[in-house]
């Protein structure tokens, strides 16, 4: 070898070396400032899950500004690999791609005979409507789908920063749609159907039931139900007390929060910090606000950390750029008395360490005082995004395991 083939090896290795040390030196410090409270179980697996996922999102941010793929793609890439890859359906479970109203939708159909039509779900993934997808939930799908002997429909719909709000709500609306209108044809009974999902996926369920309530198809039923995995509901508050008490646990933290809602909104990302101090909101809408997310409205035992309510001077310009946030389409919470008491029968799983934890509870309690039947999980040793994990083999979480017993015993008395 000669001296300048090993010089440019060695270059190349310094440079390799360089970046690892650039990633683990990034990595440790998100790990430094993340928190993981003792009540949390299997705190080695939030550790290094959270560890990768910053490894990924630091890498992504390096190839980006090398200019070689957009950090986006990256991630989504990533996680997408998560999923594993494909197997065959399980005994009992025919599964199908296709497309509804021309968005893609994988169809879980339980095989075994039936005397009666049989109910379903239509469900909406989570990941902040910027990740996700219908392979990395197919385990959720398949579970859900056999143990409740259920018709599952996972939806595909369109993902921000490319498509914004609404196109996922409308991609949402058709499927769920045409598949109220051909459910005869999967032994489905059409007002036995229930819309579901987990995260911003259930944020669009409550966000769609409500806009089925309003602009009815008088020649299609209603959905039967909701079912709604520790759903982003508001946009106008991010100083709840689970806000604030689970600000740097894993996975979701507060800012990271704002951020995937700017993405969905509109991708302005300058006004994060004003935001996350509630400069968006006029002081009227806040007093207006405040009869739904006024810390009060939680049971005791979840007010602990709650701060005395500061009001902030509002900023126009702010207001201006997100006021698109605080429509119920984007903030199911904050819909008027007489569209959300309309609501079907609704199941709601919160997690204790996540910080949307207080907006399923708040939406727990203003259905329930509008005379809508409410069944409430919380998991005590559970985080955000758990059910992501479900039989992804090490990664599988048992607070996840409990919580899709939940939904699965709740699903089946639809």
């Known amino acids: 070898m000669d001296i300048g083939t090993a010089i440019l090896i060695i270059g190349f290795a310094a440079l390799a070396a360089a970046f690892c040390l650039l990633v683990i030196g990034v990595v440790f410090s998100e790990l430094m400032n993340s ?3 003792p009540g949390l179980g299997n705190r080695g697996k939030i550790h290094l899950l959270h560890g990768g996922m910053v490894g990924i999102a630091v890498v992504g941010r390096i190839l980006e500004r090398l200019g070689l793929c957009q950090q986006l793609c990256f991630t989504r890439w990533c996680t997408d690999r998560l999923a594993g890859r494909k197997r065959p359906p399980p005994a009992g479970l025919r599964i199908k791609d296709s497309t509804f109203a021309g968005v893609p939708v994988r169809i879980y159909e339980p095989t075994a005979l039936s005397e009666h039509k049989r109910r379903g779900l239509v469900y909406f993934h989570g990941g902040g409507w910027v990740l996700g997808s219908i392979d990395m939930y197919d385990r959720v799908c398949q579970h859900i789908a056999k143990e409740s002997e259920t018709v599952v429909v996972s939806v595909g719909y369109r993902l921000a920063p490319e498509h914004r709000y609404p196109a996922g709500l409308d991609d949402c609306e058709l499927a769920t749609h045409h598949f109220l209108s051909v459910a005869a044809e999967f032994n489905v009974d059409p007002h036995r159907v229930a819309l579901g999902g987990d995260s911003a996926g259930g944020n669009l369920a409550a966000a769609l039931s409500q806009r ?4 009815p198809d008088r020649h299609l039923p209603s959905p039967c139900g909701l079912v709604l995995i520790y759903p982003v509901l508001q946009m106008a508050d991010f100083n709840l007390p689970s806000y604030l008490q689970n600000q740097a646990v894993p996975v979701l933290f507060r800012a990271r929060m704002v951020f995937y809602y700017l993405q969905y909104l509109n991708g302005d990302t300058s006004v994060s910090q004003d935001v996350l101090e509630g400069r968006h909101v006029p002081a009227e809408l806040k ?9 009060s409205n939680l049971p005791r035992e979840f007010q602990d950390g709650a ?7 509002h900023d126009g310009e702010v207001y201006h750029i997100v006021k698109g946030g605080l429509e119920p389409g984007m903030s199911p919470l904050l819909a008027e008395d007489d569209v959300l008491c309309r609501t079907p029968p609704t199941f709601i799983l919160t997690c204790q360490y996540d910080v949307l934890r207080d907006d399923g509870i708040l939406y727990r309690k203003r259905l329930q005082d509008l005379g809508v039947k409410v069944t409430w999980c919380n998991i005590t040793d559970g985080f955000h995004g758990i059910l992501s994990f479900f039989r992804k083999n090490w990664l599988s979480i048992p607070a996840g395991v409990r919580a899709m017993e939940q939904v699965v015993s709740y699903i089946k008395t639809l």
């Open 35 to 37: 928190e993981i409270p």
């Open 307 to 313: 701060q005395k309510r500061v009001m902030t001077a």
């Open 212 to 215: 089925l309530a309003v602009i």
């Open 287 to 295: 007093l207006h606000y405040s009869k739904w997310l006024d810390p």
